[in-house]
């Protein structure tokens, strides 16, 4: 409307400014004089403008009939689409033009007019290869989703938009949340352009999400071959598929191949802990205990991991706390220093009620470190030394305010997994999990309450003076394993510290 309004006031200003004009040249003396034939001829002022302008056309109108006139002689000369050619010219002038004006429309996100400019450019043009993509775009940024797809479906008929009427239709699958049919969609623009980088990406994502392994690791082989992606990277995404398909493969109860797998897995990428905690596993079910030892080893020189240590004892899972924190030296003696190491001896002299070692191992770690994991540890050492039940619970208090430790962590999104998966729940991205303390705690680690029992494995039975004291202090030890367990300051193996049934503290 206030367009509309301003373009009206120009044109009454304008003819204003024409009469005006005019009216001064008609007031204005002298003029041209002109001598033609013999005879003369006087212009007045305004006449002297007329016929300027009069002149101007006529020399445009001559320069047009000589093009005719070139055409012409063309096409008597054998050149059929000469004619064709001199009418066609100016409307694939003024195609372009709208052409251009579309687009300019479209960057600057005015789908409408975008859409009104691209169908004039296909009246004068007749060229739906250049302007259906305009109108699709356009129509998508409208809200036109019908009209979209019907664009994009004409563009899956030319060989030579197939591609871009393909992409098309299959991020519209995405937006409506059809990733079935997208990823049969991506599979299709990626026969038709392997080497396109965004579509690789995005098909192998599909792929991953629908436990496509396979096809997955056929993609991720192709962005190897067409470079874009560095081998190193392509190795640890190669391992991850690998293991994700031994994963599902072990739910399936198919445990041969889960164990193949599992250690082709281990073979891409020994420093993956996921993969060398399955890997270990698959060889202790082999019963070959040796290479599950220096898989571990191998991966725990790499990063000290609750996972590992869970695994490693699997390997002799009925030995007695004293022959278990023997046998773990293979494990400690690396990277002793390390806050997992640390913890991991900690648990382990709990466990066998050797409490003076435990602290010795902990170390500073419940003043330095502060989180629930080394503070409910420490408060099953206080425990077990016969501290008065006040700074038992001034440590448990603590414990439940304290911070998280390691999680698994997206990268992308920042979310928290319990376990670790290949791709987020999230954020549904690929290979975006590592093992770090997260910004915001909110959720218990997998391997916190439950680490220890598979690392204490099962002892035997204690003495019955033994179990006598045990059970005259299961009313305080019960404090320590609900407060390690309580969802609001989870430690990893923590509650395992004072549990009466493994451990007298």
């Not at 033609?36 to 212009?43: H, Q, R, W």
């Not at 007749?126 to 356009?138: D, F, G, I, M």
């Not at 990823?183 to 623009?189: D, F, P, Q």
Request: hydrophobic letters at 45%; one cysteine or more; a negative charge.
């Amino acid at each position: 409307m206030l367009w509309s309004l301003i373009k009206i006031l120009f044109f009454l200003a304008a003819i204003a400014a024409l009469a005006i004009g005019a009216g001064y040249l008609m007031e204005a003396d002298g003029g041209i004089q002109m001598t033609v034939a013999g005879t003369e001829y006087t212009l007045g002022p305004l006449q002297s403008v007329i016929a300027g302008l009069v002149l101007i056309v006529l020399v445009w109108l001559g320069l047009k009939l000589l093009s005719l006139l070139v055409a012409v002689i063309k096409f008597l000369n054998g050149d059929e689409t000469a004619l064709s050619r001199y009418f066609d010219r100016s409307r694939e002038r003024r195609g372009f033009q709208a052409l251009s004006d579309g687009m300019t429309a479209l960057a600057s996100g005015e789908g409408k007019l975008a859409m009104q400019k691209a169908a004039k450019a296909e009246k004068y043009l007749r060229k739906p290869e250049l302007t259906n993509l305009l109108t699709a775009q356009a129509a998508e940024m409208s809200g036109d989703t019908r009209k979209a797809t019907e664009t994009y479906k004409q563009l899956v008929t030319n060989e030579a938009t197939r591609f871009v009427g393909v992409r098309g239709i299959m991020k519209q699958k995405l937006a409506e949340g059809d990733t079935e049919t997208a990823r049969k969609l991506a599979e299709k623009a990626f026969a038709l352009k392997p080497r396109h980088e965004e579509t690789q990406n995005l098909l192998l994502e599909l792929q991953a999400q629908a436990h496509d392994w396979a096809g997955a690791r056929q993609t991720l082989s192709a962005k190897l071959k067409y470079g874009t992606l560095p081998r190193d990277v392509y190795t640890r995404r190669e391992a991850i598929l690998a293991l994700s398909e031994a994963q599902d493969v072990l739910r399936e109860d198919t445990s041969i191949e889960a164990q193949e797998r599992a250690i082709e897995a281990n073979r891409l990428s020994p420093d993956l802990v996921p993969a060398a905690a399955l890997a270990a596993r698959a060889y202790i079910a082999k019963g070959r205990p040796r290479n599950a030892v220096r898989i571990l080893k191998k991966a725990w020189e790499a990063q000290p991991h609750p996972d590992l240590a869970a695994a490693f004892a699997e390997i002799m899972p009925n030995e007695t706390p004293a022959a278990r924190v023997k046998r773990f030296t293979a494990l400690t003696r690396i990277h002793p220093q390390h806050p997992e190491t640390r913890l991991l001896l900690a648990e382990l002299n709990i466990v066998a009620e050797d409490f003076p070692e435990a602290r010795r191992a902990l170390g500073d770690l419940a003043e330095t470190a502060t989180d629930a994991r080394a503070l409910t540890l420490m408060a099953a050492i206080e425990r077990g030394e016969g501290a008065p039940d006040a700074v038992v619970q001034g440590w448990l208090a603590r414990a439940l305010k304290a911070p998280h430790g390691p999680q698994w962590v997206c990268d992308k999104c920042n979310h928290l997994h319990a376990a670790w998966v290949p791709i987020c729940e999230n954020c549904k991205g690929l290979d975006t999990l590592s093992w770090k303390i997260p910004r915001v705690t909110e959720m218990t680690s997998a391997t916190g309450v439950h680490m220890l029992p598979l690392i204490v494995g099962s002892l035997p039975e204690r003495a019955a003076p033994e179990a006598a004291a045990d059970a005259d202090l299961d009313g305080d030890d019960a404090e320590v394993e609900d407060a390690a367990s309580d969802p609001a300051a989870p430690a990893p193996g923590s509650d395992h510290a004072a549990d009466p049934e493994k451990a007298r503290a």
